[in-house]
């Protein structure tokens, strides 16, 4: 306890120190000589040592034969190489001597059995005799057993039922040690029949004269409760009067502490009352851990009780202030950002004040040298508080964007999410371009070295391997490794948030989309491969691919830049081109990243054809790409066909003739199989074109090629007809719930079936095989990719050397670092050709660099001797100022250039709120991938606490929760009555009224008539009393005036509606009424 | 809460599984393997946290509950790696110290604890741990106490020590330069 406080004060080094500071040399230093040869004198001991509990010393000393736990574990080191067998050999063993009579025996093979399970061999087999252990009368057996029940019943262990009354028996055992079993035991083996059952057994031991009995028996109480809440009824007034007593021990307060922290996030209403117990404890105990509990505590209670601010607020500062463990510092610090300390503005001075120490103390954590931990936790709790405050945590945006870039993965997580927290269009090209550089800079784990790195995770037989040598092996393996390796999932959340961050906000915080379109081309290239097998998995479940594939989402994003940004456009579509183009080229195609995005991609290139730079070889990597993996992108083909051959001006040629029809009979014979494609929307679609391009086919058989002498027109189906069919209104992104508000036409019964029989024709389709063709030679001829041309969009600049070969050691901001050096080169040529007419730009052409013709003369006249390069002076020139400078000025110049607008989704409907989605594209990148899955199921090791959400400790005695239910009860009569009461008050008005208008005699219409609808609706009231009364006072009411009432056609239509809504009537009633 | 405490080698292999939830045996074995991974990959002067295995990754959009296990905590002792995971109710600093505490209590009770002394007394591992941790909270963090509570329960072995060998020159001078020094 006090030793707590002890080791962190005085301790030169915190303890939680990542490197553990207090392990001697020796130990930090597995693989040295002296553990080599300490760990050789182990393995020599006698079998006879000293057991760890009297039944193995037992079993060895009576049976001979027999094997100890230590035997097992000898033999295993001794059996290396085939453990499995000897595992087998010794389970078999086991089996036979838990069966046998003998304790001692049985015992020594449980504990065998424990330990072989812990290297997963199941011993489920085995509960009935763990029960038999469990009742020996020797205390040490009886651990053992109880050893064994904790770590191998499940929830469908049938034994349990037996236990019960064992349980109780060891619960009201004389020996603390014995009592103390089951009760550590019970919480990992509690089913809510068990609690009910033991309850009454273990109450009692929370007055036991042991502490550690006690504080045992709390912990367990509150595991009971977890799963029978009413547990809490009797058991919460004993914990509290424990925890009020002053005179306890400070262990058990402080495990009742934790138990307290435990339940009050779930319920902190009910905690309040203990705030100055708790308060005192804070101020007064000595126990850092009970401290720090207590403070997280406080943060869950304050936002219920405001004033505790106050009287929290100089203990935690002065804790801040001098506390020596770093632990509690920090707590103090994360419970004043959680309990909303910051926020709270009444005390602006004083608020503003623990702001500043508290994110200043937080800065420090992460700038202090060679402690990751204090790193991680403080990027943690700016976690918190960038929700809340995102400006105190922006100015800290230096020391958190160093942590990106940390060699630790943990560290660079917590600071990746803080990153997106607190994007702006200032800091979005920075970020994201060490992101890239990131991405750029690592490789994925090989298939082998994954392999390699599972096997060496599978934990095979128990083999003591505890040699050095594989150690040794390990460790290697690890440092050679570790430098650029990225776990895929990394990346993956990498690119997720790069496009999360950009696209934000309907791409609010994106400047320059040239630069944007040139990230994503070099995201579709770094993207990992999805393990097709595991997506494919995920896929048939979802039913959504692009959630699962993250180059698909990239290729997505495209998309949605070229749709919704049009001054982009033609940017967007030759970036689609240009990764279609390389995914044809490259053969590798089923490995290839690109793959996810080649739809979304496709879609551009047929889209926007207009835009291609050369439409013939797009279409020729559609054919290719179409009939392998990805056929519903064989739709894009008559798009790019179209666009071919609409050109007019283009004359009837035979040599034009003959190229059409055999791109037709292409395209045909790529489509044809599609006809068969179980999508009906693919097939349907390939059906249609195939014969719209067959009687094109026809049409251009048919139309002879212009000669010599006679000019003849191409067929207006190929110019005129399919081209037509592709231009027409242009198409926005849609958002979100747009589909849900179109109006259902009044003729469209869409319960219908279109086609009786249409599931025995799907079943055909199915069992159809859609095979592919065989590579014939056409195929082969056709198909096969021609050598990678150099794309002409390829600037001339790349082949001419590379002068930014230079630039890279300089410009570690710039773009360079990430981008792959042929986008580079294009963003140059680009660039050259933006600012061709600016006279201030000056070129970076060869000329202007060091090759000056003077350089040339001096170096060939004071010959090799003097080199100029090595003259400081050249490093200036003016190429390289030019470079390093003109990337930051870029975006400026394109904005201004551009203009940029961003379409917003198209929408139906008037009002914004039926479409919550629409305004922004991630969250429907998103959504999709979240809606699905339903809430409430739990994560593995997860205890479920929620019941005892609803469980109220509120107030004192016994019969908290009874009261609870008698109260809501005893409400809901007087709600009841209250209604009732309102009811008849306004019916009396009502009368009171009529009278009155009855006196001043107005009205000649029918209200009688009127009456009877009037009368309806009250039936429908809730309460079943109510409506009859009221039914016989409407009736009264109508035989008193007679037809002397009028003009409450008001009065008199709204029940008419009432009558659809019932509820809403009774609020109607109430504000009537009042 | 804590959730679970494992103790494993440099290899992998374990040495103590506690979870506190109930868990198929063969989940258990995979949760302890992908940490492993998680673990072996660490270089030295990385912080005492990981990243959630994928076991326990949340599937659902992240949920503010404070029953998720959130947080996975290690440290590396010589050959053995000490994992708690737990809930976002804990304080990943103080678990730090509690693993030390745990350590620590090892050493007094074995005399300078090596990975063999966890091997043949892994009954005695799990009794130290009842001593600090039941059903997943803390109940003890104080030193002297856990030591008192293991040791009232009977004797604790010392690890099996071959008198016959003569190397107990040797291992006493190695003892001397074990045992916490800087403490």
């Keep these: 306890m006090v030793w707590w406080g002890k080791l962190v004060s005085t301790s030169s080094s915190p303890t939680w120190a990542s490197k553990p500071p207090n392990i001697p040399k020796r130990c930090s230093k597995p693989t040295s000589s002296p553990t080599h040869c300490r760990w050789t004198h182990h393995r020599a001991f006698s079998p006879k040592g000293n057991g760890s509990s009297g039944s193995v010393d037992q079993a060895v000393s009576t049976f001979m034969f027999e094997k100890s736990l230590y035997d097992l574990i000898r033999g295993l080191r001794n059996h290396k190489g085939n453990e499995k067998e000897y595992i087998q050999n010794s389970l078999k063993e086991c089996r036979a001597e838990i069966k046998g009579q003998d304790m001692d025996l049985k015992a020594t093979a449980l504990l065998k059995l424990i330990y072989l399970e812990m290297f997963g061999h199941d011993m489920s087999w085995a509960s009935f005799h763990v029960l038999e252990v469990m009742s020996s009368a020797k205390y040490l057996q009886k651990r053992v057993g109880y050893l064994g029940a904790v770590q191998s019943f499940r929830p469908d262990t049938e034994v349990l039922m037996l236990a019960t009354n064992l349980l109780k028996k060891d619960l009201t055992s004389t020996s603390a040690n014995t009592m103390s079993l089951p009760i550590i035991t019970l919480p990992h083996i509690i089913t809510p029949s068990l609690a009910l059952s033991v309850l009454s057994d273990l109450l009692p031991r929370l007055t036991h004269s042991h502490p550690t009995i006690r504080k045992k028996t709390i912990v367990t109480l509150y595991r009971l409760a977890l799963v029978y809440p009413e547990t809490l009824r009797p058991a919460w007034p004993k914990i509290k009067e424990r925890l009020m007593d002053e005179g306890e ?41 009970m401290a720090i509990k207590l403070i997280k505590l406080f943060a869950t ?78 990027l943690l709790a700016f976690n918190k508080i960038v929700v809340t405050h995102p400006f105190l945590v922006a100015q800290q945006e230096d020391v958190i964007m160093d942590c990106i870039d940390s060699p630790d993965i943990s ?35 090989t298939s082998e070295e994954v392999n390699k790195r599972v096997s060496t995770g599978m934990v095979e037989p128990a083999a003591d391997s505890d040699d050095e040598d594989p150690e040794i092996a390990i460790k290697n393996d690890k440092g050679v490794s570790q430098e650029t390796l990225l776990p895929d999932e990394y990346k993956v959340d990498v690119i997720n948030r790069i496009l999360e961050m950009c696209s934000g906000n309907n791409y609010g915080n994106l400047v320059d989309f040239d630069w944007y379109i040139d990230i994503l081309i070099q995201l579709v290239r770094n993207s990992p491969v999805s393990r097709s097998s595991l997506s494919q998995d995920v896929d048939s479940r979802r039913g959504d691919s692009s959630s699962t594939d993250v180059s698909g989402k990239v290729g997505n994003e495209l998309r949605n830049v070229a749709v919704k940004v049009k001054a982009i456009r033609l940017q967007a579509a030759r970036a689609a081109e240009s990764i279609l183009m390389s995914t044809f080229n490259d053969n590798s195609a089923s490995l290839n990243p690109a793959n996810g995005a080649l739809r979304p991609i496709a879609w551009m290139v047929g889209e926007y054809a207009t835009s291609l730079e050369s439409p013939d070889a797009a279409l020729t990597a559609l054919l290719h790409i179409s009939k392998g993996s990805v056929p519903a992108e064989g739709l894009a083909l008559p798009k790019v066909f179209s666009l071919l051959t609409s050109e007019d001006s283009a004359a009837w040629t035979p040599e034009r003739k003959t190229m059409i029809s055999l791109l037709m009979a292409r395209i045909i014979h790529t489509l044809e199989p599609l006809a068969m494609h179980p999508d009906l929307e693919v097939q349907e679609r390939a059906v249609e074109f195939a014969e719209l391009l067959k009687l094109a086919a026809e049409a251009s058989a048919g139309q002879a090629a212009s000669t010599n002498e006679i000019q003849q027109d191409s067929p207006l189906l190929l110019t005129q007809a399919i081209p037509s069919l592709f231009t027409g209104v242009e198409l926005n992104s849609v958002a979100v719930g747009a589909q849900k508000n179109v109006p259902i036409p009044i003729g469209l019964d869409l319960d219908q079936p279109i086609n009786l029989n249409l599931n025995n024709l799907l079943r055909a389709v199915e069992s159809a095989s859609f095979d592919e063709p065989d590579q014939d030679e056409f195929e082969t001829y056709y198909h096969q990719a021609p050598p990678p041309v150099p794309s002409v969009n390829e600037p001339a600049i790349n082949r001419l050397g590379t002068p930014e070969e230079v630039v890279h050691s300089y410009q570690q901001g710039s773009e360079e670092s990430y981008l792959d050096p042929d986008i580079v080169a294009r963003r140059r040529a680009e660039r050259l050709e933006r600012n061709k007419d600016d006279p201030f730009y000056i070129a970076p052409t060869e000329s202007s660099g060091r090759s000056t013709p003077l350089h040339n003369i001096l170096q060939s006249n004071n010959g090799p001797d003097l080199d100029l390069d090595a003259i400081p002076i050249m490093q200036l020139d003016l190429e390289k100022t030019k470079l390093s400078t003109s990337p930051p000025k870029k975006p400026k110049v394109s904005k201004v250039r551009h203009r940029i607008q961003v379409a917003a989704d198209e929408t139906l409907g008037t009002s914004g709120t039926s479409t919550p989605q629409n305004d922004d594209s991630e969250a429907s990148l998103e959504g999709a991938s979240q809606r699905p899955k339903p809430k409430g199921k739990h994560s593995l090791l997860q205890v479920d606490s929620s019941h005892i959400g609803t469980f109220s400790l509120e107030g004192d005695g016994s019969s908290n929760g009874r009261d609870d239910f008698e109260a809501q009860q005893r409400e809901e009569a007087e709600m009841a009555k209250a209604m009732k009461e309102v009811e008849r008050l306004r019916l009396e008005m009502q009368r009171a009224n009529e009278r009155i208008q009855a006196a001043q005699g107005v009205s000649l219409e029918g209200t009688v008539v009127k009456k009877k609808t009037k009368k309806k609706p009250k039936t429908v009231d809730a309460d079943g009393t109510v409506p009859v009364v009221k039914k016989k006072k409407a009736k009264k009411a109508v035989m008193d005036e007679g037809e002397g009432e009028s003009s409450m056609t008001a009065e008199v239509v709204k029940p008419k509606k009432k009558k659809k809504k019932p509820k809403v009537e009774e609020e109607h009633g109430v504000q009537e009424g009042s | 809460m804590i959730n679970a405490v494992l103790v494993f080698n440099n290899s992998g292999q374990p040495r103590l599984t506690k979870f506190y939830t109930q868990l198929e045996t063969s989940v258990q074995q995979r949760l302890i393997s992908e940490i492993f991974i998680l673990v072996n990959a660490r270089s030295p002067g990385s912080c005492n946290f990981l990243p959630l295995p994928p076991l326990l990754t949340p599937t659902t959009a992240p949920s503010s509950s404070n029953d998720v296990p959130s947080l996975v905590t290690y440290r590396h002792y010589a050959t053995l790696f000490f994992i708690i995971i737990s809930t976002s109710t804990e304080s990943p600093l103080a678990l730090i110290d509690l693993i030390q505490v745990y350590v620590e209590a090892l050493d007094r009770l074995f005399e300078n604890v090596c990975e063999l002394d966890l091997i043949f007394n892994f009954e005695t591992l799990h009794a130290v741990l009842a001593e600090m941790v039941v059903g997943g909270v803390v109940i003890e963090t104080g030193l002297e106490k856990v030591v008192e509570g293991v040791r009232a329960q009977g004797k604790v072995a010392k690890r099996p020590v071959n008198e016959g060998m003569g190397g107990r020159g040797a291992m006493g001078s190695m003892g001397g330069n074990f045992g916490w020094a800087g403490r």
């Design chain 1, 301 to 378: 209670l304050t936002p219920l009780e405001p004033r505790l601010v106050k009287k929290l607020l100089p203990p935690l500062t002065t804790i801040i202030r001098t506390t020596p463990a770093m632990s509690l510092l920090y707590e103090c610090i994360n419970g004043i950002i959680q309990g909303g300390i910051l926020g709270s503005s009444d005390e602006s001075a004083g608020g503003e004040e623990i702001a500043t120490l508290c994110v200043s103390k937080l800065r420090g954590m992460i700038m202090v040298e060679g402690d990751p931990n204090l790193k991680y936790v403080a």
């Design chain 1, 249 to 289: 021990d400070p262990s058990v307060t402080s495990a009742i502490v934790n138990v307290v922290c435990e339940l009050g996030w779930r319920r902190p209403h009910d905690f309040l009352p203990l705030a100055p117990r708790l308060f005192e404890l804070l101020v007064d105990s000595g126990n850092n851990w």
């Design chain 1, 411 to 445: 560290i660079r997580l917590r600071a990746l999410d803080l990153v997106v927290g607190m994007v702006s269009n200032d800091n979005l090209m920075s970020i994201v371009g060490r992101l890239m550089r990131q991405l750029r800079n690592s490789r994925s784990p």
